[in-house]
């Protein structure tokens, strides 16, 4: 028990040099700047005076120190910039509600006024353009050629005419597509060959919705669901 008891109060003893109380609680579990200089200080005045401690080992304990200090306010910097940046969006996607943007996708939607808009992206150029328009069977409905074309978007806009009527056929009338949606299947002509392509189309910002942490703002859509606001490619 002796043993025990010389070992606390030694303990104490040790405690109390450094400025620190047996009886209360450690409250933080982190050093500050000035917990710092209370150890090193404490260090310097228990050191060997046959053997001192070298002063470029205090030099570099204290850089580390900053190093380690500089590190975490940088990191709190850039939270409050993360959390600016997405109010910011935020504020601009509030904005969005109510328009017409243009998203990738191949769902397309034929409004009242019987108009389609939509657009191909174009990586390289390329001899010919075609866009295939499809009703909600598969069926193929119209056949758009925007011809010769460069690197970028190639946007068309439909007017929802299948066929136009023959003055030359009696009874022959201008026939026109049904408002819905339709599905768009773009391809392109780069040296003689037909490759795939990427289409865009049109639709309706309906809300918007903040996610948690790194997940960021949300656009939610008439046709195509939910799109991220980096997949806007133009607000129309």
Partial sequence: ????????????????????????????????????????MAQMKNQDPTKPVDNNEFVAQMAQFSAAQGIKEMNDSFHTLATSLQSSQALQASSMVGRQVMIPGNISEMTS?????????????????????????????KTIELGKHGEGLAAFNWD???????????GSVEQKAK???YTLQAEMLVDGKAQAA???????VNSVSLGKGN???????????SKSLADIREIL
Wanted: hydrophobic residues 30%; glycine residues 10%; proline residues 3%.
């Fill in 113 to 141: 006024t019987g108009e389609l808009r939509g657009a191909v992206e174009i990586p390289t150029e390329t001899e010919q353009v075609i866009v295939k328009i499809m009703d909600n069977k598969g069926q193929l409905v």
């Fill in 1 to 40: 028990m002796d043993g025990i008891d010389k070992t606390v109060d030694k303990t104490a003893s040790s405690f109390e040099s450094l400025g620190l109380s047996k009886r209360e609680p450690l409250k933080k579990q982190q050093l500050n700047q000035d917990d710092f200089m209370k150890l090193m």
């Fill in 215 to 225: 997940q960021g703002v949300t656009l939610n859509l008439s046709n195509t669901g």
């Fill in 160 to 170: 929802g005419v299948i066929s136009k009527g023959d003055v030359n056929v009696p």
């Fill in 198 to 204: 990427t289409t865009y189309v049109t639709d309706k």
């Fill in 179 to 181: 408002s819905g949606k």
